[in-house]
């Protein structure tokens, strides 16, 4: 009984990861209704470049706030310049685009700080948290911060006139933009926002999985499972489906015979795809009824 | 259920292209082969080998199209279903001597079988949402054929080496030479097949899904059985298209299909133009040398360069190769008026 809560605590250390992911994945699906693959690669690019300010002497907490910023004005820079002009385009040249832009990142990241591992800060210490050898205080630390995120984009959206208008120029653009909201800069906004969510996740992350250029390629796919799980229309649902992954994750690893690290992959796409099969709209997701 | 439904009216997946602009016509098609029936006599043995890989990728790329083009669906995952049948080829050929031939009927079958099987939860998925599930798809695959379980077919991370077959009935041709002709008469087996697919009634069906699935299920055509034949047609012919290449490159191992050689053939059917058959292989011409170039101006640069070149074909030209050769030919048209 012992290995299984602590193996579930484990889980849901592993799983703020995941739900981080997650909530960045839904919150731009939110946005633009599109789905960025370069999401992960934006994240891990932010994360070297609060790490190179970390190297030129800058303290973690300024590096931090200064990461946000830049990672916030890149993905609204990204918008403009190459997403904008592709908004009437078929889904295909846009997904075409996130391609794109995933081989530039990740071939850039590579040629500036190479493919070498590097070790990552962590604001929170590693000691054990609260005497429990499972979950390190940096681990409770993502948790909180996750939560956190979690909390301040719920206000955001629901009593903010900025989030209320990035809702309606999501869900409705022409209505939206009748009764005066500019649906092009939304849209700007929310890939900023996700730029910026992506690199707190980015910079959390990287002390356990450690920083390199291919680091956020298992991660993405987990986040893209925990959101299907907890409903790619629900930044709730995502935040929850992250936890429920990395549970089922180590549960997994630990209760059934044969699976064990090399096996990650398969296990996230086995839940893709139960979950799709059994429940598409995910845990929390809402029905979308398509017309002609 | 909820009082409030959300209504979405979603963009178009990809562009309707009418079938008959998916071809070329009976003469260009025949200079075309004619050129290629040629290249061995003039070139030399390395210069086959890339051709016979510019044929193979073509294929893949042809599976794509077929699948995008045709029926609107995303898929990532290509390289999944090009392993797979690179493994059963290199498995039947070295576990059980079965000839190289006969391997590639069987590699399409399975894979045909790999695809229908997993058109089924991609039904609940369209555009973005398919081509992220089909990405978990193409990341898993090396892992999966990692596994102990299957070591002792597969040869686990070493991979498996597969013997090049000679030509046979006495033919005095190498066996570069032999396998480029083998691989031509297979692709343009397969090129003819296709074609016919897309101007039959299920071709006809795949294209109404493309551009309207609602309208489409009113018509009464059956939505979810098509849309799975798309995934299921295009996973075999690429099964068929890895088992080529094992036999070609020899060597099978499980890090040669990453996502990496996914996101090449998606490149590719996006070069060539969606939904434009022969571009395919001007698509697969562009995934396989235009790495070399990269990597001779930078090392490790290849990615950007094929991210900048992609920018700018989506801006530039956005249907491709097609929309090029229409430009010549409406150039060629001009001159001929004068």
């Not at chain 1, 995502?238 to 015979?257: D, K, M, R, S």
């Not at chain 2, 691989?183 to 109404?208: D, E, H, K, P, W």
């Not at chain 2, 798309?230 to 036999?247: D, E, M, N």
Request: net charge neutral; proline share 4%.
């Amino acid at each position: 009984m012992e290995l299984f809560t602590n193996q579930i605590l484990a889980g849901i250390a592993t799983g703020a990861i995941y739900a981080c992911m997650a909530l960045a994945v839904v919150m731009i699906y939110q946005a633009i209704d599109h789905l960025n693959f370069a999401q992960g690669e934006m994240a891990m690019f932010s994360t070297f470049i609060s790490w190179q300010l970390m190297q030129w002497g800058v303290p973690y907490w300024a590096a931090f706030v200064l990461t946000l910023a830049l990672s916030f004005a890149a993905g609204i820079a990204i918008e403009r310049l190459l997403f904008k002009p592709l908004a009437k385009a078929p889904i295909l040249t846009n997904v075409a685009g996130f391609i794109a832009l995933y081989a530039i990142i990740n071939s850039f990241a590579g040629l500036i700080w190479d493919f070498t591992i590097k070790q990552y800060p962590t604001p929170f210490g590693s000691s054990p948290f609260l005497g429990s050898q499972l979950i390190s205080t940096h681990q409770a630390g993502m948790i909180g911060i996750t939560l956190l995120l979690l909390l301040m984009l719920y206000f955001f959206f629901q009593f903010t006139r900025v989030g209320l208008a990035m809702r309606a120029a999501a869900s409705l653009p022409e209505s939206a933009r009748l009764v005066g909201i500019n649906t092009s800069w939304m849209i700007a906004l929310g890939w900023g926002m996700a730029a910026a969510i992506g690199s707190i996740a980015g910079m959390m992350i990287a002390p356990v999985v450690f920083l390199e250029p291919n680091m956020m390629l298992g991660v993405l796919i987990y986040g893209f499972a925990a959101a299907v799980l907890g409903g790619l229309t629900s930044p709730f649902g995502a935040v929850i489906g992250g936890f429920l992954v990395g549970i089922f994750e180590n549960l997994a690893g630990t209760y059934i015979p044969g699976v064990g690290n090399e096996l990650k992959l398969p296990i996230a796409l086995a839940l893709i795809i139960t979950v799709l099969v059994v429940k598409p709209a995910g845990l929390f997701g809402r029905h979308i009824v398509k017309r002609v | 259920m909820s009082a409030v439904e959300d209504v979405a009216t979603e963009a178009p997946a990809v562009e309707a292209v009418p079938k008959r602009a998916m071809t070329l016509g009976a003469g260009t098609s025949l200079v075309v082969l004619a050129l290629l029936f040629l290249v061995p006599a003039f070139a030399k043995n390395f210069i086959v080998f890339q051709m016979t890989m510019l044929l193979i990728y073509g294929l893949a790329v042809l599976a794509l199209n077929i699948l995008t083009g045709g029926s609107g669906q995303f898929s990532l995952g290509q390289s999944a279903f090009y392993a797979i049948g690179a493994y059963t080829s290199a498995i039947l050929m070295e576990q059980y001597n079965v000839n190289y031939a006969l391997t590639l009927p069987v590699a399409g079958v399975i894979c045909f079988g790999a695809g229908f099987l997993f058109g089924q939860p991609a039904l609940r998925l369209s555009g973005v949402y398919l081509a992220l599930a089909t990405f978990a798809l193409a990341t898993a695959m090396p892992q999966l054929l990692k596994l102990n379980f299957f070591e002792k077919w597969t040869g686990g991370v070493q991979g498996l080496v597969v013997t090049k077959p000679d030509a046979p009935f006495g033919l005095h041709l190498s066996q570069d030479v032999w396998l480029y002709y083998f691989t031509l008469v297979v692709v343009v087996a397969i090129y003819i097949f296709s074609v016919n697919l897309l101007r039959s009634r299920s071709g006809r069906a795949f294209m109404a899904i493309r551009d309207n699935e609602i309208a489409a299920s009113a018509m009464g055509i059956d939505v979810a059985l098509y849309k799975t034949l798309a995934f299921g047609v295009s996973a075999g012919i690429t099964g068929v298209a890895g088992g080529l290449g094992a036999i070609a490159v020899q060597f099978v191992a499980p890090d040669s299909y990453t996502i990496q050689l996914a996101i090449s053939l998606f490149l590719g059917m996006v070069v060539g133009g969606v939904g434009w058959l022969p571009g395919s292989i001007v698509g697969s011409a562009f995934i396989i040398f235009v790495p070399n170039i990269a990597e001779g101006i930078s090392k490790g640069l290849s990615g950007a360069v094929f991210g900048v070149l992609l920018f700018l074909v989506i801006f530039l030209v956005p249907h491709g190769a097609r929309q090029v050769a229409v430009v010549c030919q409406q150039a060629l048209g001009k001159l001929r008026g004068l």
